[in-house]
């Protein structure tokens, strides 16, 4: 199915939960994996890497859905969230996967040359998942 990914999960269980209430409600829904991408081709741990997809079309009317129900029953506790706009489409990490220049890129960002960082794709923020320890002051 081809399609917009309305929210990303570490975990898979939380997404399929997600598609199947999408499902129930008549959209067309999906859950694609991308682990085996960002662990094998930009050798990170896989973050945001379980997404779930619903059809061009149908994406307003299921954001809107979803937002409903994560008010109601926390739908969406583990999804990733931007920390700026509080979006849910969330790639991780920044590198697009539509070029090769991108994935040599991430090679180099393997040995520490570059930072992997999340991106949000509705504002173009970009964090990284460290915590930095402010320093000591008087």
């Known amino acids: 199915m081809n399609g917009m990914f309305i929210a990303a999960f570490d ?3 939380p997404a ?24 094998f081709a930009f ?3 896989p973050r945001a890497a379980i ?3 619903v059809r061009n079309e149908d994406f307003e009317a299921a954001l809107a859905r979803v937002k409903e129900w994560d008010q109601n029953d926390s739908i969406l ?8 706009c509080h979006s849910l489409r969330i790639q991780y990490p920044q590198y697009t996967r539509k070029f090769i ?13 570059f ?9 173009q923020f ?10 000591e002051r008087d």
């Not at 506790?77 to 700026?84: R, S």
């Not at 220049?101 to 040359?113: A, D, F, Q």
């Open 43 to 45: 050798w990170v741990k």
């Open 51 to 53: 997404q779930v997809f």
């Open 16 to 39: 399929k939960t997600l598609r199947n209430r999408l499902i129930q409600e008549g959209f067309q829904a999906d859950v694609r994996d991308e682990s085996k991408v960002q662990r």
């Open 101 to 113: 220049i991108p994935w040599v890129v991430e090679i180099l960002g393997s040995i520490g040359l």
């Open 115 to 123: 930072t992997k960082e999340f991106y949000c794709q509705d504002c």
């Open 77 to 84: 506790a583990e999804a990733i969230h931007c920390p700026e």
């Open 126 to 135: 970009t964090w990284t998942d460290e915590v930095k320890v402010e320093p």
């Open 11 to 13: 975990r898979e269980a």
